[in-house]
């Protein structure tokens, strides 16, 4: 081996790819969401989006309070510690609304698996390379997401809705896990848990 050439790095350092092994942070893929589960998951967002401002505002104030690390990624609301203070952040609103806006944009397009994989690359790549967030924040914000609308919907979020609404939220992870793996995402997670 010249000089040149260095060995390979250790395998839980590489990205992986689609058909290697896979890494715990890339879950192995779910099965595809039902008509029925399509369905169940388009009615009840229909009631969340009606709210989404709001519902987007008070889950990233829950995620940032329970997890402040994430605010790491975010200048304009990192130093915030009130969550009044975060409440009437315009900044803060306005990645609530992007956020809500994402989802609404999956929950629209489940008829199209393709373009939901595109938007999902795209939000994966955009904040791999762009912003560098550890992909396990996706992992976390999925799971605030899911108890923000189980705690202000509880009439229509059942145990059934939860289930499939987290069956989203894995399909969700796996292709934003996906796109940071497609541009060779090399940081291991560990600030996030």
């Not at 990205?15 to 009615?43: F, H, K, M, Y």
Request: aromatic share 10%; net charge negative.
């Amino acid at each position: 081996m010249s000089r040149r050439e260095s060995p390979p790095p250790p395998p839980q350092l590489l990205g992986v790819r689609r058909g290697d092994v896979e890494c715990d942070d890339r879950p192995e893929r779910s099965e595809p969401l039902t008509d029925a589960e399509r369905e169940i998951i388009q009615d009840t967002w229909g009631i969340v989006y009606k709210n989404c401002e709001d519902v987007g505002v008070s889950v990233l104030i829950r995620f940032f309070v329970n997890f402040p690390s994430a605010k790491q990624y975010f200048s304009q609301f990192q130093d915030m510690e009130d969550p009044e203070e975060m409440e009437r952040s315009s900044q803060l609103r306005h990645h609530a609304r992007r956020v809500m806006n994402a989802i609404n944009t999956v929950v629209e397009n489940l008829h199209d698996p393709e373009k939901v994989s595109s938007v999902l690359a795209l939000v994966g790549k955009a904040h791999a390379i762009k912003h560098k967030v550890e992909p396990m924040y996706f992992k976390i914000l999925s799971g605030v997401l899911l108890e923000v609308l189980s705690e202000d919907f509880p009439e229509y979020f059942s145990a059934e809705v939860q289930m499939v609404w987290t069956k989203l939220m894995g399909a969700v992870y796996w292709h934003v896990t996906g796109a940071y793996t497609d541009v060779g995402w090399l940081q291991v997670s560990s600030s996030a848990v």
